[in-house]
């Protein structure tokens, strides 16, 4: 049986880092389920299609053939066969990504993709619903979050460390708008699951993260507890 950690909260709480290094600590595979979400949003963007157009959204996602590779312990996301890594990290598809991921025929078209990784793996996987909907009996449920300006100062430093440029409140704003779309829709929202330990990194370094959750994991996983 594969072992499976699911870590799961609002945007920019730092799960993507996290996760991967965790993964990589444990030798298990990482899974970022938003960079599923996004490929989708990048599709629709490509056939034109704007907020409002939910109804084709639900009708076109079957043309969406997303898949993951593992290379040299990166995940690489394929739409129809295309590397769309390079496409999918803009503010236009980050906000398409949390439309998108609200119409309940696009999270049944990724559901099997995670749950089918998730089987024949050990998995990080990182998301929104992880713990609550796609897999709900995971070795150990961790919900991560931290304060919105918190958030948004990481990816506002990130960005500039980047040579991008960014404003500050702009990106308060769509943080913002991101956690109320995520976790306020009908399907699988944003929350945490009852068995899950809450981690707020508001105020921890990653280091401090990592250290947290592979402590919990330890505890919670005999597999783990076997290798220390
Ligand atoms: O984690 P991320 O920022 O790359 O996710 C992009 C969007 O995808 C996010 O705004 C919500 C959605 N998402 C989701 O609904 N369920 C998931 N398991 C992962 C992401």
Known sequence: MSVNIAIDGPAGAGKSTIAKKVA???????VDTGAMYRAVGL?????GLSDG???????EVSG???SIRHENGTQKIYLNGENVDPEIRTPEISRMASVCSAVPEVRTHLLELQRKTA??????MDGRDIGTVILPHADV??????DPGVRALRRYEELIARGEK????????EVRERDERDMNRETAPLKQADDAVLVDS????????RDRIISIVREKCPEEQAQQ
């Open 24 to 30: 990589g600590e444990l030798g298990y595979i990482y």
């Open 43 to 47: 599709y629709f963007s490509r056939l």
């Open 53 to 59: 157009d939910q109804d084709r959204m639900a009708s």
């Open 64 to 66: 969406a053939d997303v």
């Open 119 to 124: 089987r024949e793996e050990n998995v990080v």
């Open 141 to 146: 449920k961790i919900f991560l979050t931290a």
């Open 166 to 173: 960014a404003v500050l409140e702009d990106i308060e704003r």
């Open 202 to 209: 508001s105020h921890m370094t990653i280091d401090e993260v």
